[in-house]
């Protein structure tokens, strides 16, 4: 009766939802009648518990969708996304993105951290032309955190045109983030440890294909089945 009661309601409340919310209830709806219960024992294992080897930290835009692009199961990424794939320096802005990596590669011992930037990105677009964002005050604020990736971009690569220039300011902002991600105590401790690894991607839209920079030639290589680390060789102090 419960059932029934709940089912006349579901269908009652419908008519106020948008297309968008009813097709996604649809999608839910296969994925609990038909996915789940083919997999059902695979959940299972990870109702009560979950052990991620990458902490992927990628953009908020929808069309980046990295279990698609990656071919991921559950239970495989510790994915934190924002606008920007931005990593606030330790300490500036101490919020979410900080208590996600503390937590992934302090707690989850995450083997990899990957930031991963993506083609016709809209933060590089506004990190580029800041008057664009003027009257987003948060937005303008957060994307403070690639300014340093943009004048490196406009000062050296001066000539470039629009297109070419928002390709460049996506790359250098990967490695900002990642020269911001090494201020993180976990990370830092972990680096100094030799067991973790750091990784700077760009996910091409318009082709499907993956860039990693390659720490050691400082330039972006097409992933492959060997990627290339942007981990830097860390200082290890002599012994006295």
């Given at each position: 009766?419960?059932?029934?009661?709940?089912?006349?309601?579901?269908?009652?409340?419908?008519?106020?939802?948008?297309?968008?919310i009813r097709d996604l209830a649809q999608r839910h709806q296969r994925f609990r009648?038909?996915?789940?219960?083919?997999?059902?024992?695979?959940?299972?294992?990870?109702?009560t518990k979950q052990r991620p080897q990458v902490l992927l930290i990628t953009c908020s835009d929808?069309?980046?969708?990295?279990?698609l692009i990656l071919q991921s199961e559950p239970g495989d990424l510790f994915v934190c996304r924002n606008i920007g794939n931005m990593v606030p320096p330790y300490g500036e802005m101490l919020g979410s993105i900080t208590a996600v990596?503390?937590?992934?590669?302090?707690?989850l011992q995450t083997k990899a951290v990957v930031i991963c930037g993506h083609s016709d990105c809209g933060a590089?677009?506004?990190?580029?032309?800041?008057?664009?964002?003027?009257?987003?005050?948060a937005v303008?604020?957060?994307?403070?955190?690639?300014?340093?990736?943009?004048?490196?971009a406009i000062e050296s690569h001066p000539g470039r045109n629009e297109n070419e220039?928002?390709?460049?300011?996506?790359?250098?902002?990967?490695?900002?983030?990642?020269?911001?991600?090494?201020?993180?105590?976990?990370?830092?401790?972990?680096?100094?440890?030799?067991?973790?690894?750091?990784y700077g991607w760009i996910y091409k839209i318009e082709t499907g294909e993956i860039w990693t920079y390659d720490g050691q030639q400082e330039r972006f290589v097409l992933l492959d089945s060997q990627p290339a680390s942007?981990?830097?060789?860390?200082r290890r102090r002599a012994a006295t």
């Open positions: 009766m419960d059932s029934e009661k709940r089912k006349s309601h579901a269908t009652e409340s419908q008519g106020n939802a948008p297309a968008s009648e038909e996915i789940f219960p083919a997999r059902k024992s695979e959940f299972l294992k990870l109702a929808s069309r980046i969708a990295p279990e990596i503390e937590y992934a590669v302090g707690a590089m677009k506004g990190l580029m032309h800041p008057e664009t964002v003027e009257e987003l005050p303008s604020t957060w994307l403070r955190n690639g300014q340093s990736a943009r004048q490196i220039l928002l390709e460049v300011l996506t790359e250098e902002n990967v490695i900002a983030q990642l020269r911001h991600l090494e201020t993180h105590p976990t990370v830092a401790s972990r680096l100094r440890r030799g067991d973790l690894e750091l942007a981990t830097r060789p860390v």
